[in-house]
């Protein structure tokens, strides 16, 4: 896969990572008169939908996990877009390792929670059988392959790992 292809993947994912948060992800912090009805109910219709109950009562594991998302993820979000509409920005390498591996370290427990704890049918149902943990792992799976993929270009891709012939040759040259 070509490196600008990964990075238009990466600028769409950034991009709209900022009103998924802004506008569904944060309702379970900000207090309720914060949020038009419409939003409310898109969210109501979206746990309801494809039994996601955390979204509506989210656990406070959970919520450590929005929060995290609010206060360093989201100030990342435009500067990660930015970075990869311009393409081959050497200097996002390293907030995007710790971007994407933070990431991914909160996509385990968040996977491991749907696909293995028992939810109850009441107040808010979550999922019940294969097929719907399956579906609920499938709405958040890019969430985990696509920081990923971040994390491998950026620690592979010649785009954006400096180290190179003449990286190696000065170091050659330092110890001796």
């Given amino acids: 896969m070509g490196i600008r292809l990964l990075e238009y993947i990466f600028l ?29 109910d ?11 109950p955390m979204v509506v009562d989210p656990p406070t594991w959970f919520k450590s996990f929005i929060l995290c998302e609010a206060l360093v993820q989201m100030p990342f979000f435009p500067v990660a877009a930015y ?16 971007y994407s591996t933070h990431v991914a370290t909160t996509l385990v427990p968040i996977l491991a ?15 019940q059988t294969s097929k719907e943990r ?14 990923l993929m971040l994390l491998f270009t950026m620690l592979f891709s010649s785009t954006y ?3 190179s012939k003449v990286g190696n040759s000065s170091a050659k040259i330092k110890r001796q």
């Fill in 161 to 163: 790992n400096s180290n």
């Fill in 83 to 98: 970075a990869f509409f311009k393409g081959g920005c050497k200097w996002i390498r390293t907030p995007a390792i710790i």
């Fill in 42 to 52: 898109l969210l109501r219709w979206y746990a309801e939908e494809f039994k996601d």
């Fill in 113 to 127: 929670h749907v696909l293995l704890f028992p939810f109850p049918l009441k107040p808010n149902a979550g999922p």
């Fill in 134 to 147: 399956l579906t609920l792992v499938s709405i958040y799976a890019p969430y985990l392959l696509v920081p």
């Fill in 12 to 40: 769409f994912y950034f991009a709209s990572h900022i009103p998924i948060t802004l506008f569904i992800d944060l309702q379970a912090l900000l207090p309720d008169q914060v949020y038009p009805n419409v939003l409310k």
